[in-house]
């Protein structure tokens, strides 16, 4: 058969639903490309135009419009033959033109198994997608030409492109609703990377369908029959099972081959969306449904666009798995977004909806590229993204959201928006308040309670499952932590500098950019940045900043580093996320304290006398001298050691003496005892020295205690 009887074959599938002008175009490509490719081969042996075409019926079969297939002719032209970009231009226009490069930039990503590259690519392909889908969608039936024809292919480079297929473009396809493009990628990847699995499942469905025939059939006969007697127009097909979900559930579900075959699958196609109920109402009349098992995305579609009615019926001892939909939603379903183009013309609802769902998930990719520091980070958030489970929950007013299942209140939060997710600070699920990290269930209302001045809390990120709420947080974590450092970072330069006997302000813009050049970091922020982080040392940049240029690369000499005592950093006990209190000593407001930088984490306070704390002249240098501010009213921890004779119901008086001191108990230990005396540990709550005082006075007179003693470990 020559080429230009399949280019003629295609030209005559076009003219069901495009006009002959731009069937004529179509074919003015095909010959371009013809003509560029002329002398290429493919490792099958065939002439290298094979391919464009095979990717072209492929779009036809979904009616895609002209442009697509003209892309889909063109898609290796300036990859390939050296054709720029601008000859296309010139020949095709600038969307085809567009749509070519795109989908060229696309092919140049190999998603290699090393994830960075993997990833960084994946954000390539955000932006081309959020420039314009169709780029995606020639991309889609490319690869799956490429996987159709994989057997050539040396073994690594099959590996390779079969694991993209199933990691990438398979979830894709499924995200933009193409059931059907989805479903071969997957098998055609399952079946490439595990061949002797893929033929071992193949035998088994064909050995059971055999077996399974009559059963099949009674059941299909008495659905037919039941449209019949009550005039419902529907056409049944069997489903078949896809061996890479066959797969997927016996390997991740644990469940047998037989408890998956068990089950018989049906799907009735009628007219209209009343039919679709009318035969929900038929079906479940001649056979019992399952509780719990009834779906209705029709009235609340999936996050791709998909239509349905699904309810798991039992009878002739067998799970009849039915799916009720129409001819438009079984198009959807099949060909998703690009079903998009097939009803362009009328102004069918279902679409823009499909098409604006598809515009709200590649705007959240867009947006969470932007929030995340690197490829890694974005690539985590977008996999989770990428197909979930939804489950839909309700705003107050009656909006449907929906949401990947596990997805909690801040999940939801985030979803509305992301100032709202940024100040929640509770919720209430169905009017009742709930805690944030409570999985939602499909059905609740979810109202979420915000205030002014509200920040997100670090340990949001150990429950939420959602990539934006993910991608949200950190972003705010981030630029926190970044702010604070910087702060901290300033205090104890100035500190140093006073030492010094210099002030930051005298220093000029000239010195300080010596010193950000000497360092190699990006700006003076950065620097003071990373003296909060406990990266670099404060007294060095000082150093640094009073010496001159000539003293950069001298060695770092600490005798001249005098630091002044009353030059002390003051602290209030709440300084975020870059100071912390030492679980050794457990210092209070009132104890001599001292600062030491954790490289990377900010300053640790320690108490003045901690064991923890350097022995010697160099470490103790680097210690910051600290003073407590005078108005403190938060709670510390403190850890009391009491020994006191066994008497009924001492521990109850000596809890009642720590509240009578205003104290808080966090918790009570008894940590060993005879038949006569025993000792308790007591951590309590206090807000600083002379209030430890007043609650060790309290338990001191006890009669039952002999000793009270602070605890440093």
Same mark, same amino acid.
């Given at each position: 058969m020559s080429e230009e009887a399949t280019v003629e074959e295609l030209a005559k599938e076009l003219s069901s639903y495009l006009d002959t002008s731009r069937i004529n175009q179509v074919r003015r490509a095909y010959y371009y490309a013809e003509q560029a490719h002329e002398g290429q081969m493919r490792k099958s042996?065939?002439?290298?135009?094979?391919?464009?075409?095979?990717?072209?019926?492929? #779009?036809?079969?979904?009616?895609?419009?002209?442009?697509?297939?003209? &892309?889909?002719?063109?898609?290796?032209?300036? %990859?390939?033959?050296?054709?720029? $970009?601008?000859?296309?231009?010139?020949?095709? =226009?600038?969307?085809? &033109?567009?749509l070519v490069d795109g989908v060229s930039k696309l092919t140049q990503i190999e998603f290699r198994s090393r994830a960075e590259a993997q990833a960084e690519n994946f954000q390539k392909m955000t932006l081309a997608m959020a420039k314009d889908i169709r780029v995606i969608l020639v991309k889609l039936a490319d690869r799956l030409h490429n996987m159709r024809t994989l057997g050539?292919? +040396?073994? %690594?480079?099959?590996?390779?492109?079969?694991?993209?297929?199933?990691?990438?473009?398979?979830?894709?396809?499924?995200? #933009?609703?193409?059931h059907a493009i989805s479903t071969e990628l997957e098998d055609l990847g399952f079946s490439s990377l595990y061949p002797m699995r893929s033929k071992y499942i193949s035998k088994a469905v064909d050995k059971l369908r055999g077996s399974h025939r009559e059963i099949i059939d009674e059941i299909r006969g008495k659905l037919q029959e039941k449209l019949e007697e009550r005039g419902l127009p529907g056409r049944i097909q069997g489903r078949e099972k896809h061996l890479n979900s066959i797969y997927n559930k016996m390997k991740f579900k644990q469940k047998s081959f037989h408890e998956i075959m068990d089950v018989y699958a049906f799907r009735i196609i009628t007219d209209t969306e009343d039919d679709c109920y009318r035969i929900l109402g038929a079906v479940h009349s001649l056979y019992k449904p399952l509780p719990g098992r009834f779906k209705d995305y029709i009235a609340m579609p999936k996050a791709n666009g998909y239509q349905s009615l699904h309810t798991t019926l039992?009878?002739?001892? *067998? /799970?009849?798995?039915?799916?009720?939909?129409?001819?438009?939603?079984?198009?959807?379903?099949? /060909?998703?977004? &690009?079903?998009?183009w097939m009803y362009k013309t009328d102004d069918s609802g279902v679409t823009n909806i499909n098409q604006s769902r598809v515009d709200r998930w590649v705007k959240g990719l867009m947006e969470m590229r932007e929030r995340a520091d690197d490829s890694m980070e974005f690539i985590e958030h977008v996999k989770v993204d990428l197909? +979930?489970? %939804?489950?839909y929950v309700f705003t107050p007013k009656g909006r449907i959201m929906e949401l990947p299942s596990g997805a909690?209140?801040?999940?939801?939060a985030y979803a509305i928006h992301t100032d709202i997710g940024n100040a929640a600070v509770a919720c209430r699920i169905n009017r009742n308040l709930a805690s944030l990290s409570q999985p939602l269930q499909s059905g609740q209302t979810v109202e979420i309670i915000t205030a002014p001045g509200a920040k997100p809390n670090p340990a949001w990120l150990s429950f939420v499952v959602t990539g934006k709420a993910r991608s949200s947080i950190r972003h705010v974590l981030k630029t926190r932590k970044r702010a604070e450092s910087i702060e901290l970072g300033r205090t104890l330069l100035k500190k140093s500098l006073k030492g010094f006997g210099a002030k930051l302000a005298d220093i000029s813009d000239a010195q300080k950019q010596a010193v950000v050049n000497h360092n190699q970091v990006n700006s003076f922020d950065d620097l003071i940045g990373d003296i909060g982080l406990g990266n670099r040392m404060a007294y060095l940049v000082a150093r640094q900043l009073v010496s001159g240029n000539e003293a950069l690369d001298g060695p770092a000499s600490l005798e001249n580093v005098e630091v002044d005592k009353q030059g002390a950093v003051t602290i209030r006990g709440t300084e =975020?996320?870059? *100071?912390?209190?030492?679980?050794?000593? $457990?210092?209070? +407001? =009132?104890?001599?304290?001292? =600062?030491?930088?954790? @490289?990377?984490?900010?300053?640790?306070?320690? @108490?003045?006398?901690?064991?923890?704390?350097?022995?010697?002249? %160099?470490?103790? &240098?680097?210690?910051?001298?600290?003073?407590?501010? $005078?108005?403190?009213?938060?709670?510390?921890?403190?850890?009391?050691?009491?020994? #006191?004779?066994?008497q009924r119901g001492v521990i109850a008086e000596m809890a009642n003496a720590v509240a009578m001191a205003d104290g808080n108990i966090e918790r009570i230990n008894v940590e060993e005892q005879n038949a006569k005396f025993g000792i308790v540990s007591l951590v309590v709550h206090v807000n600083g020295r002379k209030h430890l005082a007043r609650v060790m006075r309290r338990v001191r007179n006890i009669r039952a205690v002999t000793h009270i003693s602070r605890v440093r470990h």
């Open positions: 042996g065939d002439r290298y135009i094979t391919h464009p075409l095979a990717v072209a019926h492929i #779009l036809a079969e979904l009616r895609l419009d002209h442009q697509s297939l003209m &892309a889909a002719m063109l898609h290796d032209v300036i %990859e390939d033959t050296g054709i720029p $970009k601008d000859a296309l231009t010139e020949q095709f =226009g600038e969307d085809v &033109a567009e050539p292919m +040396p073994y %690594e480079k099959r590996q390779r492109i079969a694991t993209e297929t199933l990691d990438i473009y398979a979830p894709i396809a499924n995200r #933009l609703g193409m039992f009878g002739m001892h *067998v /799970n009849i798995e039915i799916q009720i939909r129409t001819e438009e939603m079984e198009h959807i379903a099949n /060909n998703g977004i &690009a079903a998009h197909f +979930p489970d %939804e489950i909690t209140s801040v999940d939801f =975020g996320m870059l *100071v912390r209190f030492a679980n050794c000593c $457990k210092p209070i +407001p =009132g104890d001599p304290v001292v =600062g030491m930088m954790d @490289s990377g984490n900010g300053m640790v306070i320690h @108490s003045d006398t901690c064991s923890r704390l350097p022995e010697d002249d %160099e470490g103790r &240098a680097r210690l910051t001298h600290l003073k407590w501010a $005078k108005d403190i009213t938060d709670e510390f921890s403190v850890e009391l050691r009491v020994e #006191l004779e066994r």
